[in-house]
């Protein structure tokens, strides 16, 4: 028996593709990449078509800023000024713009102003209006299923007309801000402003009242409170000042006094000092008198006493047992003195004992408390607060009583020393404190102007250069763009997907593939026909002789004369020197055109009068196409290999003298017979003797372990798959438990035909 060599698997190589290569896989698949192109560039058409438009109304707007960078310095003496500000960069500054004319106001106030609807804001101007409407419909009633199923089943609650409202609003409001777009001007202080809308009209009029109110709010100069608060004390502190230099001037001209003695010096120190700190007492007294008012009121409001009840109190019955269970015990360690423990008064302690103790743990240790009244503790702590306040305010007010002796001691000392020269001091002090607190509001005046302005210097002047003209042409749809980008991806898709389906077919279709996944060659590969007409069925006969269909003939050597050739051609050249040659042709599963194959090369060999040739159907124990098993039909195979008939007998002829066919029986599983190695052995032999070409049509190699056993006895074995149909993995399964059987296996013959009635075949005579 000859041997096969191992089967290499696949070849995990890099596959590199010719131009010839990608031409096969492009016809192979062109109806696939046909329908893809189809399915893709049609409905984009479509879509583009019915797409509705929108138009993108465009202002523009100049932004031009000054360059002033400089911090008001708060340091006595003169304000300076250095480069401390950051100047703002031009993506900030769209930024903060952009959001400026986002705002919410600006918003609510346009659709206020132009009665803006949803309906207006989606507005239509041709057919494309009706598409437009059955979207939203069905979106709207989606919706509105959905939230009436939430509201069957208490998910959520109903809204309020006013708050139906509301979110209506709210979301107006949030759709015209989505639909404002700015963007700046390359190379310029200008920034374009649009307005989105399938309206044009409305989509111009919407932002130029946009950028109208914008500007105006933007130019508006209002001066903050904090300027105006130091200009008013600015103004108060200069007359202040101006009465005390008028007074001091006066008293200094009528006195012509301008300098005190140096024993003065020290009391008009310590007087003013004095005076600080009673003033500092006063305003203390102040304080504590208001927060004691305050406290008063809230002691009004507040009861003296709250009533409450206590969570829990002991069980007074539970103090009872206890005092009964401790005389007990105390009963029982006395008797036990007296008495043995197992006598009848002690076991009538202990039983009393065990008595008390069980009712205790029935009773509960805590009960509910009763109501009882109790001061309130807020109450309390204000009246104890009320009461510090109190010591407080006498301590302060023994203060300011001994300040106030203290200076009028101070004052009836300096009087003797002279009236006028403490005046002319007071006044001078006055002065000089004055003039300090006169030029801090200067500076805190002219530190708030500086930044105000540099708040309006990093978006200074805004101005309208150009107002929105009506949009002619909308930004979307783009019909030639769009189109343009439909038909590429769908020339890319039709392309590509041949080769993505190339990439993860794991079927065998060509020469290259087989011999790159099985490591085998490809001995022939018969093409489909799609014409064929079905013969009569087996065992019918008409007039006594086979029955015959010339128009399967004629196709039979058009289409699968140079496929059998090369088969044949290679059972000779791999079986040189055999006078007969028993072939086993077979496939992996059902379904591959097996019968087609087997039955055209039979036929062609027997075309040839000098040869001798059998065609064994072994695939007829398979069952009928609604699954049931056939009948017992005549003796046929499995009689002549348990040599329990002969040859002449089981063997039925055809059209062509020369060439016999030998079918198998057809029996359930449970009654299949058993056929050995040596009977096929035997069988074979006498084959051999009388034909000099057998030819088997065996069953599926992963069904039937039969017919991998009548190919591991055959002189060569052809394994047929359906082109691009049946797995490699299977195809190397099969091929694999053909080498452990010891066939001898030809090659791999490819087929596009499918359960085809084999061409020219007739049925069997008695």
């Known amino acids: 028996m000859n041997e096969t060599p191992a089967l290499p698997y696949f070849n995990h190589e890099e596959e590199t593709y010719t131009i010839r290569d990608i031409s096969v896989i492009l016809f192979r698949w062109w109806r696939l990449a046909a329908a893809a192109f189809i399915l893709i560039l049609i409905p984009a058409l479509l879509v583009i078509f019915v797409m509705p438009p929108l138009y993108k109304a465009t202002a523009r707007i100049e932004v031009s800023r000054r360059n ?13 000024f250095s480069s401390v500000y950051r100047t703002m960069d031009r993506t900030e500054e769209i930024n903060t713009l952009s959001e400026l004319i986002r705002k919410r106001t600006i918003a609510q106030t346009v659709i206020d102003r132009l009665d803006v609807t949803g309906k207006k804001l989606n507005h239509i101007r041709n057919f494309r209006r009706y598409v437009r409407a059955v979207f939203v419909g069905i979106k709207k009633g989606l919706k509105t299923a959905y939230n009436e199923t939430k509201y069957f089943l208490r998910l959520a609650r109903r809204p309020t007309p006013e708050e139906l409202a509301l979110v209506t609003r709210t979301n107006m409001v949030n759709d015209v801000i989505d639909r404002i777009q700015i963007q700046p001007v390359p190379d310029s202080t200008i920034v374009e402003v649009g307005f989105r809308s399938s309206d ?38 200069a007359a202040r000042l101006r009465k005390l230099e008028q007074e ?11 300098a005190v003695k140096d024993q003065r010096k020290l009391l008009i120190a310590a007087l003013v000092e004095t005076q600080n700190e009673h003033k500092k007492t006063q305003t203390e007294k102040r304080t504590i008198e208001t927060r004691i008012q305050t406290l008063e009121k809230l002691l009004t409001t507040e009861p003296e006493h709250i009533t409450s009840r206590s969570d829990l109190d002991r069980n007074p019955a539970l103090d009872a047992i206890d005092e009964q269970l401790l005389e007990l015990e105390l009963e029982r360690t006395k008797k036990s003195k007296s008495y043995r423990q197992d006598s009848d008064v002690m076991r009538k302690l202990r039983a009393q004992i065990e008595d008390t103790r069980a009712l205790r743990k029935n009773l509960f240790e805590k009960v509910e408390g009763s109501l009882t009244k109790e001061l309130n503790p807020v109450y309390q702590t204000l009246r104890s607060e009320l009461l510090d306040l109190k010591v407080d305010l006498d301590s302060v007010i023994v203060k300011e009583a001994g300040l106030a002796k203290t200076i009028n001691a101070y004052r009836k000392e300096l009087a003797g020393l002279g009236k006028d020269g403490l005046r002319i001091r007071e006044l001078e002090r006055a002065i000089k404190s004055n003039e300090e607190a006169y030029m801090v509001y200067v500076r805190n005046q002219e530190q708030a102007r500086i930044s105000e302005n540099m708040i309006f210097a990093r978006l200074a002047d805004v101005r309208i250069v150009d107002m929105a003209a009506l949009p002619l042409k909308p930004i979307r749809p783009r019909p030639k763009l769009y189109a343009l980008i439909s038909l590429v991806g769908a020339l890319f898709l ?16 060509s020469e290259r593939r087989v011999g790159r996944f099985l490591g085998l060659s490809l001995v022939a590969a018969f093409p489909e026909i799609k014409k064929m007409k079905a013969l009569p069925p087996t065992g019918q006969v008409t007039n006594g002789a086979p029955q015959k269909d010339p128009s399967n003939a004629a196709l039979s050597e058009q289409a699968f004369e140079a496929p059998t050739n090369r088969a044949i051609e290679r059972i000779n050249l791999d079986l040189p020197n055999l006078k007969a040659r028993i072939v086993t042709i077979l496939g992996s599963v059902a379904g591959e055109g097996v019968s087609t194959v087997a039955w055209s090369i039979a036929r062609h060999q027997a075309q040839n009068p000098r040869n001798r040739v059998l065609y064994i159907d072994a695939n007829r124990h398979a069952s009928d196409g609604n699954g049931s098993s056939r009948e017992k039909t005549t003796p046929g195979l499995y009689t002549f290999l348990q040599a329990q008939d002969s040859l002449e007998r089981v063997q039925q002829t055809t059209h062509l003298d020369n060439l016999k066919t030998l079918a198998i029986e ?5 009654s299949r017979p058993e056929i050995t190695s040596a009977q096929i052995d035997q069988g074979f032999q006498e084959l051999r003797e009388h034909f000099n070409y057998v030819f088997v049509d065996a069953a599926p190699g992963m069904v039937s372990p039969f017919s991998l056993l009548l190919a591991g006895h055959s002189d060569g074995t052809l394994l047929v798959t359906r082109s691009g149909a049946t797995q490699r993995k ?27 009635v084999p061409f020219g075949r007739t049925s069997r005579t008695k």
């Open 494 to 509: 039709a392309f590509a997907l041949p080769f993505f389906i190339h990439y993860n077919d794991h079927t065998l279709w």
């Open 248 to 258: 001091l001037d006066t008293l200094r001209n009528t006195t012509n006094s301008y």
């Open 200 to 237: 044009p009209l409305l989509a111009m009029n919407m932002i130029n009242e946009i950028v109208t109110i914008f500007t105006s709010e933007h130019v508006e100069h209002r001066q903050t409170r904090a300027r105006s608060f130091f200009a008013k004390e600015k103004e108060a502190m």
């Open 68 to 80: 002033t960078t400089g911090e008001f310095s708060i340091k006595s003496g003169q304000p300076s």
């Open 730 to 756: 299977v195809v190397s399964n099969v091929a694999t438990q053909l080498q452990k059987q010891g066939a001898h296996l030809l090659g791999i013959v490819l087929s596009k035909n499918q359960r085809l």
């Open 666 to 670: 057809t029996f359930e599983a449970a």
